[in-house]
């Protein structure tokens, strides 16, 4: 095998690690998506039935990122061992 091949097919960080900030990552962006959602529907010129439709999209996106996050941290190898 190549000295590029053993590179690109090692591990910088423990699978665990990986998880972890994948969830984090997923949290806070579940977290900045609603005030930024909310900022953008402010802008613009929306009746009341399409407003309704926007917020509950937005929330609907952020409560996707929240359930994301908690399956990646689940998510493990079936012998329990990180590499």
Do not use: H
């Not at 590029?4 to 960080?13: A, D, E, H, P, T």
């Not at 005030?35 to 402010?42: D, E, F, I, K």
């Amino acid at each position: 095998m190549s000295s590029v091949g053993r590179i690109l097919k090692s591990n910088v960080v423990s699978d665990s690690a990986a998880r972890r900030f994948a969830q984090i990552a997923c949290y806070f962006v579940a977290i900045a998506i609603l005030p930024l959602g909310a900022r953008r529907l402010a802008t613009l010129q929306l009746d009341e039935a399409k407003l309704l439709i926007g917020v509950l999209m937005i929330v609907a996106v952020a409560v996707l990122f929240v359930i994301a996050g908690t399956l990646v941290r689940i998510a493990q190898p079936p012998d329990g061992t990180d590499r």
